[in-house]
């Protein structure tokens, strides 16, 4: 793809009308934080029910935040009803936003006396402030951590106004509440400014929730996508669309927005285009939101669409859409022609949807058609070994530390490998895969112990994508989505073999798959598991195989690569590669706790209706409209 796949040779030049896509820097999420704004009115010097009073153990609860909060992470702290006994503008920023001093914010909270009033509206306006704008081109995530054990006292602002029009206007901004030992109207406003604030809410009956919800949504703010590439603004109409060369962008997109870019494309080459929206973790969605790439030509041309939609309601996840140009070998249609092509991505929700920008990342890349005399390997459309039956690596799991996006996502080897995943968050890791070979793994998501009167089910979730970042689905052989409901939960997934001529198949298990390299693997927990699980991460076990062995290029006949790499043998038992859990990656592990133990399986629950698959018929593709 861009910067690894050689670009086609110059094609016509752009139309006028196009303009040339504009910011050459790169820009990435180093610019998030943090500004926790702690509810200091009267209430909070109530005993929460243990002999302590409610302040204290929010003191302690925000120690324990700033504890697991990454080294100089940008972090504030504001406060509100802690000057006066009366008083509606009694909010203040006891430390501002910046690098992280853990000392210091225990310090100055250890200094917060309760006794005034509850101005939220006011105090949500001021810690917006109060967090510092992105560097040029730069998307971060901004987040105003809520905590509170009441409802507001004083009028206007009104909270959840106040949170609506911030999470419109602020760019990557999110709102997440905690309410500490709250019920009725106090519970309804504390979710109303979260759902409204692009963010998550999160109930704390007693002091270890009160600790467990707040490093979740602390983590959640530190851990954001890790954006890159150029600033790029698409166009409302095809005729105004930014010409585009093979690179990757980044972008926003509104609700029932469509963005149009511009590329110019040989006859011959493949042209492969991804838009990743990201929006806040957890944010409100409904299950048939949705993200669709298209790529058009001429005036009524339409190559080829893509839809790819949540199928949840529990809350916002990363979603990729991918399409493909693909020319004919007989060259015969309308959208084999060389010439100016637009891409388009839109963006479909629903009303009580978030109603924010998203961030998009794209990518464009061109793959040159293989030389002339060269006869490519047939398409391998079937699983084969790869199927679920394979036997994939057994033994102790080692240590790894998923990604944020696909920029950061952790290489792994073929093995055995265990993470932590938060509620709402989704990890990323990526498996280098040759011609000819296939990836297969399980995602096992960790028996752990649930809160009292859980009542919840969540889910987990997996995707795969090509290193052209292409959503592969199971094809009726694999299911992306588990129910979790603290108990073990098991996910299959895999792909078929990777074949140059797999672009000529037209299901979407197969077509994608079609040129070697990084493939990527997200893992998801839903935002409800918040809900359910005690410990404030869930652990995450990943069994990972690469099977067949490597062919030194994509042409029939291509010999094998020197070192037998296949794991074709394992039908019967363990994997010999189970021992090579070290990978070929071997930075970013944070010897983290034990997970899951091996053997998880899926949980089973009667008459429950859950999750479909983000493949299977989410996908609809059309090539060459005449």
Request: charged share 25%.
């Amino acid at each position: 793809m861009a910067g690894a796949l050689p670009a086609a040779a110059a094609g016509p030049g752009a139309h006028e009308g196009h303009r040339a896509a504009a910011a050459p820097g790169t820009a990435a999420s180093d610019d998030s934080s943090l500004v926790m704004v702690l509810d200091s009115s009267g209430s909070m010097a109530d005993d929460d029910g243990t002999g302590r009073t409610r302040i204290e153990t929010a003191r302690e609860a925000v120690g324990t935040v700033v504890d697991g909060l990454p080294d100089h992470y940008p972090t504030g702290l504001r406060v509100y009803g802690a000057d006066r006994s009366r008083g509606c503008t009694d909010t203040r920023l006891l430390r501002r936003v910046q690098p992280l001093d853990r000392a210091a914010v225990k310090q100055a909270v250890a200094g917060v006396r309760p006794r005034g009033d509850t101005p939220i509206g006011l105090s949500l306006q001021k810690a917006a402030e109060d967090l510092p704008g992105p560097a040029d081109g730069a998307m971060a995530t901004r987040t105003i951590l809520l905590i509170s054990d009441g409802e507001g006292n004083c009028g206007t602002p009104q909270p959840c106004e106040v949170a609506e029009q911030l999470g419109k206007d602020g760019a990557g901004l999110r709102i997440d509440t905690v309410g500490f030992q709250v019920k009725g109207r106090a519970r309804e406003q504390l979710d109303c400014i979260a759902a409204a604030g692009n963010g998550r809410y999160y109930d704390a009956p007693d002091a270890k929730a009160l600790a467990r919800q707040l490093q979740r949504a602390s983590q959640l703010s530190a851990d954001g996508y890790r954006f890159r590439g150029k600033r790029v603004e698409g166009a409302a109409t095809g005729e105004r669309a930014p010409l585009l060369a093979p690179g990757q962008y980044l972008d926003t997109i509104g609700p029932g927005e469509k963005r149009y870019y511009a590329v110019d494309l040989d006859a011959v080459s493949t042209a492969d285009f991804s838009a990743t929206a990201v929006p806040q973790p957890g944010a409100a969605v409904d299950t048939f939101d949705a993200l669709r790439t298209s790529v058009e030509y001429g005036t009524d041309s339409s190559c080829a669409t893509n839809t790819e939609r949540f199928y949840q309601k529990e809350g916002a996840t990363p979603l990729t859409s991918a399409v493909a140009r693909i020319p004919a070998p007989e060259g015969t249609r309308v959208c084999d022609r060389a010439g100016c092509y637009r891409l388009v991505v839109e963006r479909e929700s629903k009303n009580g949807s978030d109603a924010a920008r998203w961030p998009l990342e794209l990518v464009h890349g061109v793959e040159a058609p293989l030389k002339k005399g060269v006869t490519p390997a047939a398409s391998e459309p079937e699983y084969g070994v790869g199927d679920r039956s394979a036997a994939l690596p057994s033994g102790d799991p080692r240590d790894a530390r998923g990604g944020t996006g696909f920029n950061d996502a952790k290489q792994l080897g073929r093995g055995v490998w265990r993470d932590r995943i938060l509620p709402s968050q989704t990890l990323w890791y990526k498996v280098p895969v040759g011609w000819g070979q296939q990836v297969r793994y399980d995602v096992e998501f960790a028996n752990e112990p649930t809160v009292e009167q859980a009542s919840w089910y969540s889910y987990g979730a997996t995707q795969l994508f090509t290193p052209g970042r292409f959503p592969v689905g199971g094809g009726g052989e694999f299911t992306s989505t588990a129910v979790y409901s603290g108990r073990p939960a098991a996910i299959r997934m895999g792909s078929v073999p990777v074949s140059w001529t797999n672009r000529y198949e037209y299901r979407p298990t197969v077509q994608p798959v079609h040129t070697g390299g990084d493939f990527y693997i997200s893992v998801t927990l839903g935002a409800r598991a918040a809900e359910i699980a005690e410990n404030p991460q869930i652990g995450v076990v990943l069994r990972v195989s690469v099977l067949g062995d490597e062919r030194a290029g994509p042409e029939h006949g291509a010999p094998a690569l020197g070192k037998k790499t296949g794991d074709r043998a394992d039908k019967r038992g363990n994997s010999p590669s189970a021992a090579d859990s070290d990978g070929t990656g071997g930075a970013g592990w944070t010897g983290i706790a034990a997970a899951a133990g091996a053997g998880a399986v899926v949980v089973v629950i009667a008459g429950l209706v859950f999750v479909r698959s983000r493949r299977g018929v989410v996908t609809q593709t059309t090539r060459g409209s005449a």
